[in-house]
T-cell receptor
Framework: DQQVKQNSPSLSVQEGRISILNCDYTNSMFDYFLWYKKYPAEGPTFLISISSIKDKNEDGRFTVFLNKSAKHLSLHIVPSQPGDSAVYFCAASVSGSARQLTFGSGTQLTVLP | DGGITQSPKYLFRKEGQNVTLSCEQNLNHDAMYWYRQDPGQGLRLIYYSQIVNDFQKGDIAEGYSVSREKKESFPLTVTSAQKNPTAFYLC???????????????FGSGTRLTVV
């Protein structure tokens, strides 16, 4: 049973427009959420995170929104650039858990020039 | 520069052989992890270790073994008991429990294992 779900395997957007990547979770104990970006044949790199005490966190072109009641978070990229084309993983954690992060299956974002 | 190094980048294994994937970090991180990536399944946790000489099974530990004799090193052995070992393997490290989340994980660049 997947506790972190990314239901869209792929997303295509035009350069300059907004990219919205979605993530749902089922474990109500999760209280910290992260997004990672991954290029082919490379390891994922940390992008942005959010604690459950917040509903929004912004870092430059990247904003993460958290809706705890819906157990849903989203990553907004504005404006999208061709270099943003990558696989984006959502991850969640329970504070104090030794195993740390549970990852979603990823969404392939393609930004078209 | 500090980082995490996985080797080799590509590895071919014959049926019935054991192979060991290397993971070394010089970030002074306490915790280390092994993940497996298959198409459409994201990253699945194989083993993790919070301190030297201690490690725990993840979700898909069967057919794998690890050791943590040094803080810097966390090698993964894929044994012949692993029925479907062809995958992309990622090693990661993080700061100690309770501090990791502020910084996320640092991942290596991965090893692609293929059974021939």
């Amino acid at each position: 049973d997947q506790q972190v779900k990314q239901n869209s395997p792929s997303l295509s957007v035009q350069e300059g427009r907004i990219s919205i990547l979605n993530c749902d979770y089922t474990n109500s104990m999760f209280d910290y959420f992260l997004w990672y970006k991954k290029y082919p044949a490379e390891g994922p790199t940390f992008l942005i995170s959010i604690s459950s005490i917040k509903d929004k966190n912004e870092d430059g072109r990247f904003t993460v929104f958290l809706n705890k009641s819906a157990k849903h978070l989203s990553l907004h990229i504005v404006p999208s650039q061709p270099g943003d084309s990558a696989v984006y993983f959502c991850a969640a954690s329970v504070s104090g858990s030794a195993r740390q992060l549970t990852f979603g299956s990823g969404t392939q974002l393609t930004v078209l020039p | 520069d500090g980082g995490i190094t996985q080797s080799p980048k590509y590895l071919f294994r014959k049926e019935g052989q054991n192979v060991t994937l290397s993971c070394e970090q010089n970030l002074n991180h306490d915790a280390m992890y092994w993940y497996r990536q298959d198409p459409g399944q994201g990253l699945r946790l194989i083993y993790y270790s919070q301190i030297v000489n201690d490690f725990q099974k993840g979700d898909i530990a069967e057919g794998y073994s690890v050791s943590r004799e040094k803080k810097e090193s966390f090698p993964l052995t894929v044994t012949s008991a692993q029925k479907n070992p062809t995958a992309f393997y990622l090693c990661a490290s993080s700061r100690a429990l309770g501090r990791a989340l502020n910084y996320g994980y640092t991942f290596g660049s991965g090893t692609r294992l293929t059974v021939v």
